[in-house]
């Protein structure tokens, strides 16, 4: 296989590295089609789980940036940003769905005042696990893995800032493998030894936590971002075919112990070659299509198409008029899947436009006043030490 040169090096929060956003596409176009009603052949939690690699790779990557250029991590400056990327688009996602709901196209029969609360906290995957989904903003349970991401972007730089201190990046991946490892046992004991279900430990931090940390190993490890040789170490033909496979036994393996526990491990793991190659080993007829333009923007609207997919797919699912515009008089099977299609079709379309929406009005303002921020923080920090 033969690799291409290496990306430049990143120079801010905003960079863009080749590969990522066509994993983001290739993630976002899972967790649909799950949705749509295709859930019993198209794994929508392993494009969920592909989002948390992705976020714990380029967020260890940006703080060891910062930690190279400043000599230390600004933490205000990170929260700030986090809170400039991820609210805005939530917030709008949760107004529009609540609009929804008010004017009757989605229903929440038992709509609770702690959910709203639960969701502006970023606490959806606790409380879904209490009291179900039923009471929640209907399609706005899916931010139990917001929640997720948000408990580990609170704690996370901390720990890498104490950890940096004392430890070399590789030592400090060797930890991160130790939380993992405890994690896994920590499933196995709940799984196996509790009997709790996989309610209990699909959407909770505490059991999923290390899909989001085996980023961080391969961002510490061998950063293809950052170290193009260390990268192309992990992209020899068999380690990629041997992650390939891995993943396939993951999702064809029907053992309920083994997808609540180990799996996530497994394809944590397997993801670092294939993360490695997408980054480092362009354009190949493996990886090159994740270059396609429509695979590139698909994978800059994902964040907001992943908020807001979902409630205009129930509200579709829950008002669609079977073959109203066809007049069509089919029945079965078959109606049933043209339906299917073209709700999937039309839901498609409406979660890309408006996606595409909030990327103009919201997404780019808040990133544009993010970068200014930055450079305003930059240039007190330059005035400061010359005076």
Request: with cysteine.
């Given at each position: 296989?033969?690799?291409?040169?290496?990306?430049?090096?990143?120079?801010?929060?905003?960079v863009?590295?080749?590969?990522?956003?066509?994993?983001?596409?290739i993630?976002?176009?899972?967790?649909?089609?799950?949705?749509?009603?295709?859930?019993?052949?198209?794994?929508?939690?392993?494009?969920?789980t592909?989002?948390?690699?992705?976020?714990?790779?380029?967020?260890?990557?940006?703080?060891?940036?910062?930690?190279?250029?400043?000599?230390?991590?600004?933490?205000?400056?990170?929260?700030?940003?986090?809170?400039?990327?991820?609210?805005?688009?939530?917030?709008?996602?949760?107004?529009?769905?609540?609009?929804?709901?008010?004017?009757?196209?989605?229903?929440?029969?038992?709509?609770?005042?702690?959910?709203?609360?639960?969701?502006?906290?970023?606490?959806t995957?606790?409380?879904?696990?209490?009291?179900?989904?039923?009471?929640?903003?209907?399609?706005?349970?899916?931010?139990?893995?917001?929640?997720?991401?948000?408990?580990?972007?609170?704690?996370?730089?901390?720990?890498l800032?104490?950890?940096?201190?004392?430890?070399?990046?590789?030592?400090?991946?060797?930890?991160l493998?130790?939380?993992?490892?405890?994690?896994?046992?920590w499933?196995?004991?709940?799984?196996?030894?509790?009997?709790?279900?996989?309610?209990?430990?699909?959407?909770?931090?505490?059991?999923?936590?290390?899909?989001?940390?085996?980023?961080?190993?391969?961002?510490?490890?061998?950063?293809?971002?950052?170290?193009?040789?260390?990268?192309?170490?992990?992209?020899?033909?068999?380690?990629?075919?041997?992650?390939?496979?891995?993943?396939?036994?993951?999702?064809?393996?029907?053992?309920?112990?083994?997808?609540?526990?180990?799996?996530?491990?497994?394809?944590?793991?397997?993801?670092?070659?294939?993360?490695?190659?997408?980054?480092?080993?362009?354009?190949?007829?493996?990886?090159?299509?994740?270059?396609?333009?429509?695979?590139?923007?698909?994978?800059?609207?994902?964040?907001?198409?992943?908020?807001?997919?979902?409630?205009?797919?129930?509200?579709?699912?829950?008002?669609?008029?079977?073959?109203?515009m066809?007049?069509?008089?089919?029945?079965?099977?078959?109606?049933?899947?043209f339906?299917?299609?073209?709700?999937?079709?039309?839901?498609?379309?409406l979660?890309?436009?408006?996606?595409?929406?909030?990327?103009v009005?919201?997404?780019?303002?808040?990133?544009a006043?993010?970068?200014?921020?930055?450079?305003?923080?930059?240039?007190?920090?330059?005035?400061?030490?010359?005076?």
């Amino acid at each position: 296989m033969t690799a291409s040169q290496a990306p430049a090096k990143p120079k801010s929060s905003d960079v863009y590295i080749r590969g990522l956003d066509g994993l983001r596409a290739i993630s976002i176009i899972i967790v649909f089609l799950s949705h749509d009603g295709f859930e019993h052949v198209v794994p929508g939690g392993f494009g969920v789980t592909i989002f948390f690699f992705l976020s714990g790779f380029l967020i260890t990557t940006l703080l060891l940036l910062e930690q190279d250029k400043r000599g230390k991590i600004d933490l205000k400056a990170f929260y700030l940003r986090r809170l400039l990327r991820i609210f805005p688009p939530m917030y709008f996602a949760l107004a529009f769905a609540a609009l929804l709901m008010v004017i009757g196209i989605n229903k929440a029969p038992e709509l609770s005042n702690l959910a709203i609360l639960a969701h502006l906290a970023q606490f959806t995957n606790y409380y879904t696990i209490k009291y179900g989904t039923g009471s929640t903003i209907p399609g706005m349970a899916i931010l139990w893995s917001l929640s997720v991401e948000e408990h580990f972007y609170l704690l996370f730089p901390l720990a890498l800032i104490f950890l940096l201190r004392r430890y070399s990046r590789e030592q400090i991946a060797k930890v991160l493998v130790g939380v993992c490892v405890a994690v896994l046992m920590w499933r196995f004991y709940l799984i196996v030894g509790q009997h709790w279900s996989s309610d209990r430990t699909y959407p909770a931090s505490d059991t999923r936590i290390d899909s989001i940390m085996w980023g961080c190993i391969l961002a510490l490890w061998r950063n293809p971002a950052l170290d193009k040789e260390k990268g192309l170490s992990l992209c020899k033909p068999g380690l990629l075919a041997g992650a390939f496979l891995t993943l396939l036994f993951c999702l064809v393996f029907r053992n309920g112990v083994f997808r609540e526990t180990l799996r996530y491990s497994l394809q944590g793991t397997a993801f670092f070659p294939i993360f490695a190659g997408a980054m480092l080993t362009q354009p190949t007829a493996l990886f090159s299509f994740l270059e396609l333009r429509w695979m590139r923007y698909l994978g800059q609207i994902s964040y907001s198409f992943y908020l807001l997919h979902l409630p205009i797919l129930l509200g579709l699912q829950a008002n669609w008029v079977p073959h109203a515009m066809l007049g069509s008089r089919a029945h079965g099977i078959v109606a049933q899947g043209f339906d299917l299609l073209m709700i999937g079709v039309v839901g498609f379309a409406l979660s890309v436009g408006l996606s595409s929406l909030v990327l103009v009005t919201v997404e780019r303002p808040c990133a544009a006043l993010r970068k200014r921020l930055s450079r305003t923080k930059a240039l007190d920090s330059t005035e400061r030490s010359a005076s």
